[in-house]
């Protein structure tokens, strides 16, 4: 188990899969010395198309792993999470030990300052959508607001299948920097199938044995932030899934889009780009990201400082496929020190 350093700001985040990353990275963007926890339940990836009761109860054994850390600040960096614990007006101060951001208040209330004729679109999982929650925040911001949304029920597994393969003359760079001495996760089949499946299996998590450690050199690896999105839909028939669900908005007069999930990012220039430039596109990982930078110095924890953060991360799946994500999304210049970490098989 990793034990927190006190001279420093922690900040835990949770997502289902990989998605949650983008949140951290524009996090460490806008702060500095601060480490981070990050959770990734990847064993149960994706949420979106589960039930409300599995998302709960998934949601909660999470959240519970990542408050044994004591961080000062939780962030859901997931769209389907926040939106049922919302929905189910979930009362979490029993279990968890610190505050919560979700990702749905901070999008709704960027919008505000976006949108010129109040119709707002929103691209999201099935779970989100069925809960209406971006619609009855938006409504809650201004009753005049008119909310279309889209459920998309493929597309952030589409998202992290094409990351797995994406750029593989970068990630060999990458890979050539890591120490030998340290071990490759193993595969989810290598792995206990009941693991991670309640809190105190959670808590068998470990970072100091069998842990995969970033070692990028300085701008070793391209990252997505560079020039915007990833452009990796190479596939005809992963355009025509992703045109199918943005096609949904193109009859509905909306000026602003805001990706619900924070899967999408990852494709926030081909959707600004689908639309021509006519809508704006709202990255709810980068609003959240806001929002929790806000929330520290709020609580007076943001601190000067010259040094990067730590970033350790969990995954209750396959370790090495998420490595191989994650390289496209995080980059050398956002932490000082990464380190995968899986569950004790």
């Given at each position: 188990m990793v034990?927190?350093?006190?001279?420093?700001?922690?900040?835990?985040?949770f997502?289902?899969?990989?998605?949650?990353?983008?949140?951290?990275?524009e996090?460490?963007?806008?702060t500095?010395g601060?480490?981070?926890?990050y959770?990734a339940?990847?064993?149960?990836?994706p949420y979106?198309?589960?039930?409300?009761k599995?998302?709960?109860?998934?949601?909660?054994?999470?959240?519970?792993?990542?408050?044994?850390?004591?961080?000062?600040?939780?962030?859901?960096?997931?769209?389907?999470v926040?939106?049922?614990?919302?929905?189910?007006?979930?009362?979490?101060?029993?279990?968890?030990?610190?505050?919560?951001?979700?990702?749905?208040?901070?999008?709704?209330t960027?919008?505000y300052?976006?949108?010129?004729?109040?119709?707002?679109?929103v691209m999201?999982?099935s779970?989100?959508?069925?809960?209406?929650?971006?619609?009855?925040?938006?409504?809650?911001?201004?009753?005049?607001?008119?909310?279309?949304?889209?459920?998309?029920?493929?597309?952030?597994?589409?998202?992290?299948?094409?990351?797995l393969?994406?750029?593989?003359?970068?990630?060999?760079?990458?890979?050539?920097?890591?120490?030998?001495?340290k071990?490759?996760?193993?595969?989810?089949?290598?792995?206990?199938?009941?693991?991670?499946?309640?809190?105190?299996?959670?808590k068998?998590?470990?970072?100091?044995?069998?842990?995969?450690?970033?070692?990028?050199?300085?701008?070793?690896?391209k990252?997505?932030?560079?020039?915007?999105?990833?452009?990796?839909?190479?596939?005809?028939?992963?355009?025509?899934?992703?045109?199918k669900?943005?096609?949904?908005?193109?009859?509905?007069?909306?000026?602003?889009?805001?990706?619900?999930?924070?899967?999408y990012?990852?494709?926030?220039?081909?959707?600004?780009?689908?639309?021509?430039?006519?809508?704006?596109?709202?990255?709810?990982?980068?609003e959240?990201?806001k929002?929790?930078?806000?929330?520290?110095?709020?609580?007076n924890?943001?601190k000067?400082?010259?040094?990067?953060g730590?970033?350790t991360?969990?995954?209750?799946?396959?370790?090495d496929?998420?490595?191989?994500?994650a390289?496209?999304?995080l980059?050398?210049?956002n932490?000082?020190d990464?380190?995968?970490?899986?569950?004790?098989?």
């Open positions: 034990f927190r350093d006190k001279t420093k700001q922690l900040v835990a985040f997502d289902s899969g990989v998605g949650g990353l983008t949140a951290v990275a996090f460490a963007k806008l500095s601060v480490d981070v926890v959770f339940d990847t064993f149960n990836m979106g198309n589960k039930s409300a599995d998302i709960e109860r998934l949601a909660i054994s999470g959240l519970s792993f990542l408050s044994s850390f004591n961080p000062d600040l939780i962030v859901v960096a997931c769209g389907t926040s939106s049922v614990l919302n929905y189910n007006k979930k009362d979490l101060s029993q279990i968890i030990n610190a505050p919560i951001i979700f990702v749905i208040e901070p999008s709704c960027a919008v300052d976006f949108s010129k004729n109040k119709r707002i679109g999201a999982t779970a989100t959508v069925n809960t209406a929650s971006y619609t009855k925040a938006l409504l809650k911001i201004n009753p005049a607001i008119k909310v279309f949304e889209e459920p998309c029920p493929e597309l952030a597994l589409l998202i992290e299948n094409n990351l393969n994406y750029d593989a003359c970068a990630s060999s760079r990458v890979d050539s920097c890591f120490s030998n001495n071990k490759i996760p193993p595969t989810s089949a290598e792995c206990n199938k009941s693991a991670l499946k309640t809190k105190m299996n959670m068998a998590l470990e970072c100091d044995k069998d842990t995969v450690k970033f070692s990028f050199t300085n701008k070793s690896l990252r997505f932030y560079n020039n915007g999105s990833l452009d990796f839909f190479d596939r005809p028939k992963d355009v025509q899934l992703i045109k669900y943005l096609n949904f908005f193109c009859d509905k007069g909306i000026d602003v889009l805001i990706l619900g999930c924070t899967h990012p990852v494709i926030q220039d081909y959707v600004a780009n689908f639309f021509e430039g006519k809508v704006k596109v709202v990255n709810s990982s980068r959240v990201a929002s929790a930078t806000r929330a520290l110095a709020a609580m924890l943001v000067a400082s010259h040094d990067r730590n970033l991360i969990y995954v209750s799946g396959d370790g496929s998420f490595y191989k994500k390289k496209s999304i980059y050398t210049d932490f000082k990464i380190k995968i970490a899986h569950a004790i098989c």
